[in-house]
């Protein structure tokens, strides 16, 4: 990959734009007249490379037909979580692509994914003349979803409204896609309990929890 220096700030990139639909992405920008091509290159925001580790497969060469066709570049989300897109200005220079070194970040926008959908539900088999019941918690995944990313909270006398509203107890094991019922769970007659995703953990804005 050929990288050379930016000599003028007329070869930039810049008011780059980003509009979303239905995890369809629309980006425009600003593409200056000296700049013939640019590489568009996209990351997971916490899996960027620097300029000198980006592989050639990893760049998409993008036209200025196309650009004009399409009014911008268009494409369908598919990983979730926050995407880092960079648009590098590419030049023409007897027959070789020269890529120019824009790392002032006008070129670049950053986009937020969808949120991967963690389906439960909760079910209580009470126990005849007993003070205690069982729970059985059902969970639905999109994906593989780790242990560490959900904890349950037991509360006695009525339904915990938040992580922080009684006992936080975590899960021993990881859930694979699709569905999983865990174990029964015994507890008092007069205690409920509800899933939430893990405060502490980085990873829980990219998920949604939805009670079925």
Same mark, same amino acid.
């Given at each position: 990959?050929?990288?050379?220096?930016?000599? @003028?700030?007329?070869?930039?990139?810049?008011?780059?734009?980003?509009?979303?639909?239905? @995890?369809?992405?629309?980006? !425009?920008?600003?593409? #200056?007249?000296?700049?013939?091509?640019?590489?568009?290159? +996209?990351?997971?925001?916490?899996?960027?490379?620097?300029?000198?580790?980006?592989?050639?497969?990893?760049?998409?060469?993008? +036209?200025?037909?196309?650009?004009?066709?399409?009014?911008?570049?268009?494409?369908?989300?598919?990983?979730?979580? $926050?995407?880092?897109?960079?648009?590098?200005?590419?030049?023409?220079?007897?027959?070789?692509?020269?890529?120019?070194?824009?790392?002032?970040?006008?070129? !670049?926008?950053?986009?937020?994914?969808?949120?991967? %959908?963690?389906? *439960?539900?909760?079910?209580?088999?009470?126990?005849?003349?007993?003070?205690?019941? %069982?729970? /059985?918690? !059902?969970?639905?995944?999109?994906?593989?979803?780790?242990?560490?990313?959900?904890?349950?909270?037991? %509360? @006695?006398?009525?339904?915990?409204?938040?992580?922080?509203?009684? /006992?936080?107890?975590?899960?021993?094991?990881? *859930?694979?896609?699709?569905?999983?019922?865990? #174990?029964?769970?015994?507890?008092?007659?007069?205690?409920?309990?509800?899933?939430?995703?893990?405060?502490?953990? $980085?990873?829980?804005?990219?998920?949604?929890?939805?009670?079925?």
């Amino acid at each position: 990959m050929n990288w050379e220096s930016m000599s @003028s700030p007329h070869d930039e990139i810049r008011d780059v734009q980003m509009t979303s639909f239905d @995890s369809v992405v629309h980006i !425009s920008w600003y593409w #200056p007249g000296s700049i013939d091509f640019v590489y568009i290159y +996209t990351s997971a925001v916490d899996k960027v490379k620097p300029i000198d580790q980006i592989q050639p497969a990893e760049l998409k060469l993008y +036209t200025r037909e196309e650009y004009k066709a399409a009014q911008g570049f268009i494409f369908k989300l598919e990983a979730i979580g $926050q995407i880092a897109l960079h648009i590098f200005p590419v030049k023409n220079v007897a027959g070789k692509l020269m890529v120019l070194r824009q790392e002032n970040n006008e070129n !670049s926008v950053l986009i937020n994914g969808p949120k991967a %959908k963690i389906y *439960f539900s909760i079910t209580y088999k009470p126990k005849l003349f007993h003070a205690r019941k %069982k729970a /059985t918690i !059902s969970l639905r995944t999109e994906m593989p979803v780790d242990k560490e990313l959900l904890v349950y909270v037991k %509360k @006695s006398g009525s339904m915990p409204l938040s992580i922080d509203d009684g /006992t936080v107890y975590p899960f021993i094991r990881s *859930f694979p896609a699709g569905k999983t019922v865990t #174990p029964e769970i015994e507890i008092d007659k007069h205690e409920f309990i509800r899933i939430f995703l893990n405060k502490g953990n $980085q990873t829980a804005q990219d998920y949604e929890l939805i009670p079925e």
